[in-house]
């Protein structure tokens, strides 16, 4: 899980991209390009094409109830996030490859929904910016049963959820989001829970 921290004076512009790995010669210049070489021996998914594709919307879970892992308490909800100074914090503690790819490939005032994971109730809380700022609480929170109801119906139906990572992909931790799937899901808040 994700372990947000309080970004350090005098870190890195948050716009200048943290590359790991290879670095790859262009056959024209002989220089190093910023490419990194994909190292993953799995092949490209839905999740990665839609990264390629320009996702300006995210999903980001993180754990709102104490659980320690390695010494440290791996807490951090919506509330923690708020009570940052200025909202703002880094987002950090992410060991699945596609995920950190994914973090990577984020810039400056995309959208996320805050997502409390592995906790008694499960689901979107807020929303934020990503280099992360907490923007808003949810009108109400919109739990994981309800989610998956809709998932199941879009499955069968064609809506805006049928493919989406929360439920493809289940345990990666930040994931890409459509803006279909950004959308309807902000419609939800307005809605009584079904």
Not at 143 to 161: F, N, R, S, V, W
């Amino acid at each position: 899980m994700p372990r947000p921290r309080k970004r350090l004076a005098g870190t890195a512009d948050p716009d200048k991209k943290r590359l790991s790995g290879k670095r790859t010669k262009t056959e024209n210049s002989g220089e190093a390009s910023p490419q990194v070489e994909n190292s993953s021996p799995q092949n490209t998914s839905s999740s990665e094409i839609c990264v390629k594709n320009l996702s300006r919307y995210w999903l980001m879970k993180s754990e709102p109830e104490s659980r320690i892992e390695k010494g440290v308490d791996v807490k951090f909800g919506i509330e923690d996030l708020k009570a940052q100074p200025k909202h703002t914090t880094c987002w950090d503690g992410i060991r699945n490859y596609q995920a950190r790819n994914f973090l990577r490939a984020m810039k400056l005032e995309e959208e996320a929904f805050f997502y409390h994971s592995n906790c008694k109730e499960p689901g979107i809380a807020g929303l934020m910016k990503v280099d992360v700022q907490f923007v808003r609480m949810m009108k109400r929170f919109i739990p994981l049963a309800e989610l998956k109801t809709y998932h199941q119906a879009h499955k069968a139906t064609g809506g805006p959820l049928k493919n989406m990572t929360l439920f493809t992909r289940q345990r990666l931790s930040v994931q890409p989001l459509t803006k279909e799937e950004f959308d309807f899901i902000l419609s939800l808040e307005k809605k009584e829970p079904s």
